[in-house]
């Protein structure tokens, strides 16, 4: 029978002579942390699977599911617009004042629309949500774990996860297109009613830039990106919130934790989305 080594059965690295301490410590620093990381991942695809399993019992999820899509979608609209408003603002204002010499006004209104279209309105939306929703999502589920209020759940046979997670999934898919949609359409009029207001460009150069190439699937682009970062904003944030541990010192790590962690993954997508896809985005 093999033997698995134990950390009693680890040897001190004081143990060893002094000219392989260096090599010992480094290689033993290495095997931690790769330990490490490949245990975390384990741990959110077993959470992953949990969560696709909780989809099957829909009178858990169901009531609540409402009431998180009002939170994160329709509480969320002024931030959003707002949000819009100023970037379409400042890319219309930018865009004009860094026009080469003989390019036409109409490239105002393309680089605005397919600026805040495809990439800023999705991508500092989903950003904007991490911080207002997604660090709410991990307190709130974070304070119901060191308050015992999860254990409850599963003593009155809830599925908490059903009960916690499956609707906060649902209301970020469903809601983070939706918002990047009003985010879309804020942004590039802003942009219009700054440019004509302040620039020299005209309703009838932005309308000629903004039909500029235009294609649907850019619209579909856009929703595409919003529904994988609203996916990733409820799954990172719920799980980091659902494994807090030690009382409100540990909320407060798990919420900083869940916020970078959702805008990391939130970064890759962006990535990822833009390599598989930005060749389809042409008229």
């Known amino acids: ?38 245990r975390e991942v384990g741990r959110r695809i077993y959470f992953l699977i949990e969560t696709l ?10 009531p609540l599911t409402i009431q998180q899509m009002r939170g994160i979608g329709v509480d969320s609209l002024p931030l959003t617009a707002i949000v819009a408003a100023f970037i379409g603002a400042v890319t ?76 906060r999934l649902i209301a970020g898919v469903l809601m983070l297109p939706l918002l990047t949609l009003v985010a879309d359409t804020v942004g590039v009029l802003a942009g219009v009613g700054l440019g004509i207001a302040a620039t020299p460009v005209s309703a009838a150069d932005f309308e000629a830039g903004l039909r500029l190439n235009y294609g649907a699937f850019q619209v579909v ?18 799980y980091e919130g659902y494994v807090t541990e030690a009382g409100a010192e540990g909320v407060g790590r798990s919420t900083a934790r869940a916020v970078v962690i959702a805008s990391v993954v939130i970064l890759v997508l962006d990535a990822l989305t833009a390599l598989f896809l930005a060749e389809y985005i042409g008229a």
């Open 53 to 62: 399993r909780a989809f099957g019992e829909p009178r858990t999820y169901l």
């Open 221 to 238: 682009y856009s929703i595409i990106k919003a529904t994988l970062f609203g996916a990733a904003i409820a799954f990172v944030c719920s």
């Open 1 to 38: 029978m093999s033997h698995y080594p134990t950390p009693a059965d680890v040897r001190a690295t004081s143990s060893f002579p002094v000219p392989q301490r260096a090599g010992i410590v480094i290689f033993r620093q290495v095997s931690r942390t790769t330990i490490g990381y490949f």
């Open 92 to 167: 219309a204002y930018q865009t004009y004042y860094q026009l080469f010499p003989g390019a036409g006004y109409s490239a105002v209104g393309l680089i605005l629309r397919q600026s805040v279209v495809l990439e800023l309105g999705p991508l500092l939306t989903a950003l904007v949500l991490t911080g207002r929703v997604g660090a709410r999502m991990t307190a709130e589920i974070g304070t119901m774990r060191v308050t015992e209020q999860i254990d409850a759940l599963e003593t009155l046979s809830y599925d908490p996860v059903a009960y916690l997670v499956v609707p």
